[in-house]
Nanobody
Framework: QVHLVESGGGLVQAGGSLRLSCAASARTFSLYALAWFRQAPGKEREFVAANSRSGSNTYYADSVKGRFTISGDNGKNTLYLQMNSLKPEDTAVYYC????????????????WGQGTQVTVSS
């Protein structure tokens, strides 16, 4: 069973930074693709960032491009999302997700999800 645990969320002022972590098992980290999504109250879940299978390419939603960076630590089996220049519009529950396709931005391609971590950006 795929097990994902997000952490690192919290309350931050606009312009601040946070780093989210997604801890996975060694098997999950090596076998499955991983990506970040978010869901704000009253809105549908939206894609945030993902890596290609090789790790040489990254994919970002237009709304976060230039501000967020996705990366991974193979030794710790952990996926990271570095979030800089945060805006109130970034307020949402952030989820890491895994699936068999790499570099896709469709939520339907990620059948496994963590419980999420809350990010709140004040103005």
């Amino acid at each position: 069973q795929v097990h994902l645990v997000e952490s690192g969320g919290g309350l931050v002022q606009a312009g601040g930074s946070l780093r989210l972590s997604c801890a996975a098992s060694a098997r999950t980290f090596s076998l499955y693709a991983l990506a970040w999504f978010r869901q704000a109250p009253g809105k549908e879940r939206e894609f945030v960032a993902a890596n290609s299978r090789s790790g040489s390419n990254t994919y970002y939603a237009d709304s976060v491009k230039g501000r967020f960076t996705i990366s991974g630590d193979n030794g710790k089996n952990t996926l990271y999302l570095q979030m800089n220049s945060l805006k109130p519009e970034d307020t949402a529950v952030y989820y890491c997700a895994s699936g068999l396709r790499f570099g896709t931005y469709y939520s339907s391609d990620y059948p496994y999800w963590g419980q999420g971590t809350q990010v709140t950006v004040s103005s």
